[in-house]
């Protein structure tokens, strides 16, 4: 079933809005109608807020679809793959026994923007979802820089279907253990299959499959075995030993997609594939805290707005509140659910602070904040949405205030020393260390260990070498640096090795797949 | 204004995670295997509908990538303040607490290694259970059975029936027919109307009655050919529908004979063992026949049919003749079950207790009752102690007819599952 919203719709919302108390809906069930209705109310309001939004693409699911979304990266199409079982075993055992509740919702940057409501939840629950995804999220996903420049929605969900498709013909010429071989160890270096800093070229599925055939057919037309017998002039000159590459690369998949020696042509193709779709997330990791802050202020704004309208009832706002509240509690670090930063809690505290200092600022806010106090909250707001990440969001807007009110501080430790100390608190000498230490502890560059591939034996045995330039002395795991050097190889299929080297250039340690005689 | 749309995604069906659940079992079969190993000897014997949730370390589902270790300077920001003013010291916990309490707790960046836990459902258990398994000398011994089990199945046309029954070919057949009988008189009419226009057009004189009398035979043409097209194309009594009818369904059945002993000498714990041996045989077999019936036969000095509870729960001394029992099992094997009907299968558990004289009479009937009627016929002896004269009378049983005959040594309950298995084992080149 489609609905679209027609133009009598649109009379009918004003006429509404003239009589001024008539709620939407009164009893907790959904019909098609009201979310209709909803939408349209919220679109409303969203628009008096100058949300800019993709057009929304309402899917209602039910909870085992739910599930199924999510355990493949909440894409609606995903190759297959076991971990992707694994994830849905253990979210449907979590799930069956109470563990965890399912995700409200699911929302795709993809142009249209989809997003999922579950058939399981009433009315208030459908509206927040609206409010959160359909204009929180998709107004993210369309205005933050990052997701501008480096991702593509128009082209995503084609690119998947492409992904899909290619995948299993590999699989049905190549077989399911051979095709697990390589996704294993293209997952395994995952986290390292982004460029930083300079943006990858747009994808497109068309061009992708097309490029593909291309140089598929351009091999088979070209292949001519009899060259092969033919026996290779030796080289006289003596080539001086240059270092390849000549910088580092920071993006190791790319590095064996395209240097790999011995790689037959469908694996490349598969590095590929699960190089870009990394690509595609890693604005998402990089904003987790402002992605979610944002849509949850926004939920909170409008369906407050719904309630000073009359357009929703008290029970409804109530229900409303016991869902919010959960969704922003932050437990404390001693607590037995503490499972890190919130960031629903961090974000939507940061944002709502962020509209306080612009509608009623205090005198330490005009100190902090001398350009934004005071200022339209709607344009402060909107520009912190779009020119930042986490990292520098929390650099430029966390507030002694949200500070104080989630009692941050900082603990340092050393394995070095027997105890932990405490940096800094919530008290004027401390603001500043709290926020520099908590915009870091969202720097992704510090989260993850920083490995690029730094050299190949081109002379020798064409061993691969990594480097891992260590940060504030931190090692890497032994068994799992062993476990991802050993996919590691499976892919180069030549010998690979790590090192880890202080800033000052001393080799720490080496790790290798190379078996000592 | 945007354009919103709303999708009901609710009827594409779910499922779509089934590939990769089966892709995730298939990688860890070897760990599924063993778990559910472990689960049988805990489950309870009755239950024969559940699935099984299957629990696998997480340190073998663990993907591997890079990650830091737990050395270096670590600098965090926690939420929830409620004592600590800066440059208090909070002493570092032993190592192994380090992941579970207090502020260490929160340095622990990976996932803790519980285990993993999932559910499968009772068809996969029995799978997994008896992979590599085989029923000896299963012979499909089909009957009717006398329950209200039936198939349909095709048989013939009828003149009535649902339009999605409509059989068309028979229909169109039948309609050509119907049309090709009522139109032949018309039809052998036309052709001599048209021999005697050919014959008309040979003639030359007489132009002006001639054109007359063609005129008037094509006139009757034209009459006979309106008359044949008005024949209905398809006619109600055309219809042809298929018939089905249902006939009674055959199955193959099988009936388990269990024989333990219930003398004094078997302990609760041998009892048990025994039960966990009939129970995994009850479940292989159901999952080979459609239908398996169970007798349980009790013996100590005399032997008597009972119910299951009766079978494992109540106790009762005295001396021990196993032949009794293997008697009554032929005149029910006699009675009820007849060997070209049912695939029979005897599985016997004992302690090997039993009275000195009586073991070449077991012998005895067992060669000339039993061995003929049955499928297999398995002995079990749960025991610590040394073997006595019924286990090498049995073994002299097996040699002679190995196919049918197996017997195997329990000693303890964690051998419950493997000996079973070693009964049933596949086996694997017949190049003897």
């Not at chain 1, 795709?108 to 409010?131: F, G, R, W």
């Not at chain 2, 659940?21 to 559940?50: G, H």
């Not at chain 2, 025991?383 to 007819?401: A, M, P």
Request: glycine share 4%; net charge neutral; hydrophobic share 35%.
């Amino acid at each position: 079933m489609t609905y679209s919203i027609s133009t009598a719709k649109k009379i009918k919302r004003k006429n509404s809005i003239a009589k001024k108390s008539s709620y939407l809906s009164e009893g907790s069930e959904w019909t098609f109608d009201l979310i209709e209705t909803y939408n349209l109310e919220i679109s409303y309001l969203a628009e008096q807020c100058k949300l800019d939004t993709y057009p929304n693409q309402i899917e209602i699911i039910n909870s085992e679809q739910m599930l199924d979304a999510y355990s493949a990266s909440g894409m609606p199409l995903m190759y297959n793959h076991w971990s992707f079982g694994k994830q849905f075993l253990a979210q449907k055992a979590n799930y069956e026994k109470g563990y965890m509740g399912l995700a409200y919702e699911i929302v795709i940057n993809s142009n249209p923007c989809i997003a999922y409501l579950m058939a399981e939840n009433n009315m208030t629950m459908q509206a927040l979802v609206i409010a959160h995804a359909c204009y929180g999220h998709n107004s993210f996903f369309k205005g933050n820089y990052l997701f501008k420049e480096w991702t593509n929605a128009d082209a995503i969900i084609d690119y998947l279907l492409f992904a899909k498709n290619y995948i299993a013909q590999c699989e049905e010429r190549y077989g399911i253990d051979a095709v697990e071989e390589v996704l294993d160890a293209c997952h395994a270096l995952q986290a390292h299959a982004v460029n930083r800093y300079n943006r990858p070229e747009p994808l497109s599925s068309e061009q992708e499959a097309c490029r593909f055939h291309e140089r598929e057919a351009y091999i088979q037309k070209t292949l001519n075995d009899i060259w092969n017998t033919i026996p290779k002039k030796e080289n006289k000159v003596v080539m001086p030993n240059p270092k390849f590459p000549v910088d580092p690369e920071e993006n190791i998949l790319y590095f064996i997609e395209k240097n790999a020696p011995a790689l037959s042509i469908w694996k490349r193709e598969l590095i590929r594939i699960v190089r870009k779709i990394s690509q595609y997330f890693y604005p998402q990791k990089q904003t987790k805290v402002m992605n979610e802050g944002w849509a949850t202020f926004w939920h909170y704004t409008l369906m407050n707005e719904l309630y000073n309208n009359h357009k929703i009832t008290e029970s409804a706002m109530l229900y409303f509140f016991t869902i919010h509240t959960n969704v922003v509690h932050q437990p404390e670090y001693d607590s037995a659910i503490y499972q890190g930063m919130n960031p629903y809690a961090l974000g939507f505290n940061i944002f709502k602070d962020l509209r306080r200092i612009c509608e009623n600022p205090t005198q330490e806010d005009k100190q902090w904040f001398p350009d934004i106090a005071a200022s339209n909250w709607l344009t402060t707001l909107d520009y912190a949405m779009r020119h930042f990440n986490d990292e520098s969001f929390i650099q430029q807007f966390l507030s002694p205030k949200v500070i104080r009110d989630m009692h941050l501080f900082v603990l340092t430790g050393d394995r070095q020393k027997p105890y932990y100390e405490i940096n800094a608190i919530h008290n004027e000498i401390g603001y500043r260390t709290v926020r520099n230490v908590l915009a870091n502890q969202h720097n992704l560059g510090n989260l993850e260990p920083n490995i690029q591939v730094y050299s190949v034996d081109m002379m020798g045995d064409r061993t691969l070498m990594l480097r891992h330039y260590m940060h504030c002395n931190r090692d890497l795991d032994t068994e799992d640096t062993a476990r991802v050097l050993a996919h590691l190889k499976t892919l180069w299929s030549f010998d690979v090795a790590l090192e880890s080297v202080t800033p000052d250039n001393k080799i720490q340690k080496t790790y290798t797949t190379k078996t000592s005689v | 204004m945007n354009k919103n749309i709303i999708i009901d995604r609710r009827l594409n069906g779910k499922g779509k995670s089934t590939v990769n659940r089966e892709r995730f079992l298939r990688r860890y079969r070897k760990y599924i295997q063993r778990a559910v190993n472990e689960a049988i000897n805990k489950r309870s014997i009755t239950d024969t509908k559940s699935g099984e949730s299957i629990t696998i370390a997480k340190k073998h589902l663990t993907e591997a990538i890079f990650k830091h270790g737990p050395n270096g300077y670590i600098e965090q920001v926690l939420p929830g303040n409620r004592e600590f003013i800066a440059e208090d010291r909070i002493k570092r916990s032993s190592e192994s607490n380090d992941a579970r309490s207090g502020p260490g707790k929160t340095m622990n960046q990976g996932e803790g290694l519980d285990d993993f836990v999932f559910g499968i459902n009772r068809n996969e258990f029995l799978e997994y259970l008896f992979d590599d398994l085989e029923l000896p000398n299963l012979m499909k011994k089909e009957n009717v059975k006398n329950h209200n089990d039936t198939t349909f199945h095709r048989s013939g046309f009828i003149n009535a029936g649902t339009p999605n029954q409509l059989s068309v070919v028979r229909s169109l057949r039948h309609a050509y027919a119907r049309r090709i009988a009522l139109s032949s008189k018309d039809r052998r009419l036309m052709q001599e109307i048209k021999n005697k226009l050919l014959a008309l057009d040979n003639q030359v004189d007489d132009v002006e009655s001639l054109q007359n009398e063609k005129d008037i035979l094509n006139k009757q043409w034209h009459v006979l050919k309106n008359k044949i097209d008005r024949l209905p194309f398809l006619d109600k009594f055309d219809l042809k529908y298929m018939h089905t009818i249902r006939i009674p369904s055959l199955s193959s059945q099988a009936v388990m004979f269990c024989i333990m002993d219930v003398s004094g000498s078997m302990t609760n714990d041998i009892k048990d063992m025994a039960k966990r041996f009939f129970f995994l045989l009850y479940l292989f077999l159901q999952k080979k026949y459609e239908s398996v019936d169970i007798v349980f036969i009790r013996h100590h000095a005399e032997a008597r049919e009972c119910n299951e509870e009766e079978f494992f729960y109540s106790r009762e001394t005295g001396g021990t003749v196993v032949s009794s029992a293997l008697k009554l099992a032929h005149e029910i094997i006699e009675k009820r079950y007849k060997s070209n009907e049912w695939n029979i299968y005897l599985a016997q558990a004992s302690d090997g207790d039993n009275w000195e004289a009586d073991s070449p009479r077991c012998s005895e009937i067992i060669r000339e009752k039993l061995i003929q009627h049955v499928q297999y016929y398995a002995y079990v002896e749960i025991t610590d102690r040394h073997h006595q004269n019924l286990w090498f009378e049995y073994e002299k049983i097996q040699q002679q007819y190995a196919n049918t005959f197996s017997m195997a040594h329990i000693p303890n309950l964690n051998e419950v599952y493997p000996v079973f298995r070693s009964l049933f084992e596949k086996k694997i080149g017949v190049f003897a």
